[in-house]
């Protein structure tokens, strides 16, 4: 069994920063890609940013130079640093990690509870 549970996030006014942090443990045997998500109310869940094990990260359009998503795999940790917050980036944020389990012959998704991140105009 996986477990991710993020931290931070909470309430900030527009233009300024949050961090999240996710950390996964369990039964690891390793971790590939892991990614930010997130939810507005009364929309779709939406990716927002992705990092492989390698360090190579993606980002949707609306984020790209005010995000930055890290991760420390030595930590089993994905970070995201959010600058330049606006409005419009309120909303759930959930992480998930594509993770292979000690025993396992394929990988699969596991996610996150969500932290609240709400940014006011």
């Known amino acids: 069994q996986v477990q991710l549970v993020e931290s931070g996030g909470g309430l900030v006014q527009a233009g300024g920063s949050l961090s999240v942090s996710c950390v996964a443990s369990?039964?690891?045997?390793?971790?590939?890609?892991m990614g930010w998500y997130r939810q507005a109310p009364g929309k779709q869940r939406e990716l927002v940013a992705t990092?492989?094990?390698?360090?190579?990260?993606k980002y949707v359009d609306s984020v790209k130079g005010r995000f930055t998503i890290s991760r420390d795999n030595a930590k089993s940790t994905v970070y995201l640093q959010m600058n330049s917050l606006k409005p419009e980036d309120t909303g759930v944020y959930y992480c998930?990690?594509?993770?292979?389990?000690?025993?396992?012959?394929?990988?699969?998704?596991?996610w996150g509870q969500g932290t609240q991140v709400t940014v006011s105009s």
């Open positions: 998930r990690a594509d993770v292979r389990t000690w025993g396992s012959v394929g990988s699969r998704d596991y």
């Open positions: 369990g039964n690891i045997f390793n971790i590939n890609d």
């Open positions: 990092i492989t094990s390698g360090g190579s990260t």
